[in-house]
């Protein structure tokens, strides 16, 4: 065993991994679990026994036998535990319910105008969570029991002290300097909250559901704003406060540099997000009004947007050769709604390997995060699984 395998070893065979088996279906009963796991019979029925006694687990009719007593089945309950996971972004956000395994309940769309501010759009949003739990259609004829939420993961699209859960600083969310997320949910429901920025959520769920055999990875998140998750021996990297990974404000190469909403010029976001890409059009003469009218000018091969894309995806490139040459990862994906733009990856792609050295790219994987819209609050709800079901 290297140094590097000791912190997913070290769970093996966890409470949160045996409820993952039975939830994916590679475990349908103890025996199955105690293969898997290599755990005693014994340890393994503990385990299981506990799980039941949470609620996280049943056991339902019986097995196939083989020749003795029939053994029972393990399954998740449906209209069991759930948690509620915000995803909130610039003019939307995705609100689900997951079970304890990770698996999406039910999910949602709805608009956001972040300029409402933040008690209007996180009490919109709560309610919304309260509203799924209560509609879950797997529900028990009495609704879902009481306790049926067991805590609310939220991402926020702007830097987040991660153990305060206060936003600082955030550069498109006015109105929304300092607000602490966490006491305000607080006060508005009895169950853990956690908070987190998106870029976080968006690694976590990506580490968990498409890569999580690849402990070193870094996911950067490419929408209207810009930024990053780090996985480190497979687990989520904040760094002292909660910025690790917050390459917004790095400063790339561009002439002349356009101002950022930090008060500098240059920065990654202003040249490279999709605001960004807006307001460059924009002062091009180009009539577009959002994101969305950007990438159709570059679906239709626009010269203008392409060759602001190039740049953009040279800048991202120019701040990730540092990253990998720095933290050598497995794995570079990249999501959210730039991740289609092919002249962006591409430029991106050319760069990295332009501007990195040969042993960090030698197996490097360099791709689109291909894990879906339920990615965001996939790792709000694992954020929440990580903190209610001990490993
Ligand atoms: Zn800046």
Not at 50 to 70: D, K, M, N, V, W
Not at 98 to 113: I, K
Request: net charge neutral.
């Amino acid at each position: 065993m290297t140094i590097d395998d000791a912190p997913r070893d070290a769970l093996r065979g966890g409470p949160r991994e045996l409820l993952r088996w039975v939830a994916t279906g590679a475990a349908v009963s103890r025996a199955d679990l105690s293969r898997l796991s290599g755990l005693s019979p014994s340890t393994v029925s503990q385990r299981v026994e506990a799980l039941i006694s949470q609620g996280l687990l049943e056991e339902t009719g019986a097995g196939r036998s083989r020749g003795g007593r029939r053994p029972r089945q393990l399954a998740v309950p449906t209209g069991g535990a759930v948690v509620g996971a915000i995803d909130l972004g610039a003019h939307h956000a995705r609100v689900g319910t997951l079970d304890l395994s990770g698996r999406v309940v039910q999910a949602r769309t709805l608009p956001v105008r972040i300029e409402d501010g933040p008690e209007a759009v996180l009490g919109a949003l709560l309610a919304e969570v309260a509203a799924l739990v209560g509609s879950d259609p797997a529900a028990s004829a009495d609704g879902p029991a009481a306790g049926a939420l067991r805590g609310i993961g939220i991402g926020i699209p702007g830097p987040v002290q991660h153990a305060t859960g206060r936003i600082v600083s955030p550069s498109r969310m006015p109105g929304w300097n300092g607000f602490d997320v966490a006491a305000f949910c607080a006060g508005r429901t009895d169950v853990p909250v956690i908070v987190d920025n998106d870029a976080n959520l968006m690694a976590l769920g990506a580490h968990r559901t498409a890569y999580p055999e690849l402990d070193h990875a870094v996911y950067i998140k490419a929408g209207t704003g810009i930024g990053s998750g780090v996985i480190s021996s497979g687990r989520l990297h904040r760094g002292a406060q909660g910025s690790a990974g917050d390459i917004s404000h790095c400063r790339v190469v561009a002439d002349p540099a356009p101002p950022c909403t930090c008060g500098n010029a240059g920065c990654l976001e202003a040249v490279a997000s999709g605001a960004a890409l807006v307001t460059a059009l924009r002062g091009q003469g180009v009539a577009v009004s959002d994101l969305t009218g950007v990438i159709r000018l570059i679906d239709d091969g626009d010269r203008q947007a392409t060759a602001l894309a190039r740049q953009a995806g040279r800048a991202v490139g120019e701040i990730l050769a540092v990253v990998v040459n720095f933290f050598n990862p497995q794995v570079v994906a990249i999501g959210g709604r730039l991740a289609d733009c092919e002249p962006l990856l591409a430029s991106m792609r050319a760069t990295l390997y332009e501007r990195c050295l040969p042993l960090a790219t030698q197996t490097l994987l360099i791709e689109r995060v291909a894990a879906g819209q339920d990615v965001g609050i996939t790792g709000a709800a694992h954020l929440v699984i990580d903190h209610v079901v001990a490993a």
